[in-house]
């Protein structure tokens, strides 16, 4: 152990040279084969400006209906594409197709550049945009183009159909009741089960001009059809409800927004029952209840739910003593004032007159027009036994049936009236 020599640190032999060559070929030739196939990736297709069918497509996706990331890019600029770009196309991640523009083109129809018309800021480096069957050309904001990655990931989230989310009474109005037909999944909790998650991901798919949206009614309430139309509220269980706008919008100049709605009995939420609703709504078969007041969103409070309760309790009463028929008192329970309740009432009474007059028939129009002459005259005639003046009579002035009998009545003003009783004051000064 003496007898052995230490070896200082700088006198020990460099390793030999071919050691070190051969893994330094090999990574060389990886970074190569790397670039190469990058090369080949990254190559994005251009398109044709003067064929008016393939440029429709990526701007509409009248065609083949697929979605486009678009990167303005001028035929004869000096210039490379984006390295941005170019990095997202490569990554393949992206639920697009990839496509170089010259937004310079002037179009056909608006006599514009791609820029004017579809206002896309053209300072903005690089200008990017998603189009096709999503809708015309929305140009992605400048937050997401610093990465490939982050650019994939802006895609991900403008491209892919996901449920709205619902939190305040504008996002309900302007993101789901303002659509033509909406579906609105009531939560039962923050978080859904994996059923009702896997419906919504077949649904978005199946469904893809129909605007969906989730509400955590664990925390938040749907102050209007909650208690009117849906099962009362279970933790966890999740409730769906179909809305189809009837007329008007949120715009200024779009009149009232009147909306519809058809739900699902029970909590019996899954893809089949909810495909079914969907469905029925969108081909107009389903039974639409109209909402007479739209629905807003409230923050789930005790005393709210005992108010809601309360409601709904009336409701279920209300229903009862109607498929019981009248009320004790004769006043026919259906009639709550409402158009529709005057309606039953009047369909009540009559059903029932003719039960009891088996042989009752039905009158003609001739006959209802003579009903209502006679009714008339009968008014006139009324009228004239209470010596009823006509609306533009004069003040002061009596209606006389004979001329004689307006010599032993004299006209008094009330200015003059006035003035005799003011004589009959004493004056005690």
Known sequence: ??????????????????????????????????????????????????????LREVLFGEAEGKNYA????????????????????????????????????????????????FNLNKKQRPTIFVSGKIGPPKQVPAKHLKTGSMLVKALKNLLVPKAEKIETTQDLRSKCLDKDV?????????????YVKDAMSKL??????????AIDTSVLYVKGIEAEYLPEFSSGQPRFVVFQKVTGGTGKKDGRLKTSLATLPGHGVGYGPMSNLIGEVVSKKA???????????????????????????????????QDGGTTPGGAFQTNDGTKEGRKAERDRR?????????????KT????????????????????????APEDMPEGDYMFEDEDEGEYYETVDEDEEEGEEDEDVLDLD
């Open 70 to 117: 678009v990167l303005c890019h001028a035929e004869n600029a000096t210039f490379p594409i984006s390295s941005v770009f170019a990095d997202a196309s490569s990554d393949g991640g992206a639920p697009a197709e990839f496509r170089l523009l010259d937004c310079n083109h002037v179009l056909v129809s608006s006599e514009k550049t791609i820029y004017e018309r």
């Open 182 to 194: 909406c579906a609105l999944l009531l939560k039962g909790g923050k978080v859904s089960p994996n």
């Open 350 to 362: 009559r059903a029932e007159h003719r039960k009891n007059n088996p042989n009752y028939k039905e």
């Open 287 to 321: 039974d639409m209840k109209k909402v007479s007041t739209l629905p807003t969103i409230k923050t789930r409070t005790k005393k709210l739910e005992q108010e809601e309760k309360a409601k709904r309790e009336r409701r279920s009463d209300q229903q009862k003593r």
């Open 365 to 388: 129009p001739e006959e209802i027009a003579e009903m209502e002459r006679k009714r008339r005259q009968r008014m006139e005639e009324e009228a004239a036994k209470w010596n009823m």
């Open 204 to 213: 978005l798919v199946e469904f893809p001009k129909v605007a969906f949206a």
């Open 1 to 54: 152990m003496a007898g052995k020599k230490k070896t200082s640190k700088g006198s020990q032999r460099p390793p030999e040279v071919e050691k070190l060559l051969k893994p330094a070929i090999a990574v060389a030739l990886a970074m190569i084969v790397y670039q190469f196939f990058k090369g080949i990736n990254s190559e994005v297709i251009r398109v044709n400006v003067m064929d008016e069918l393939e």
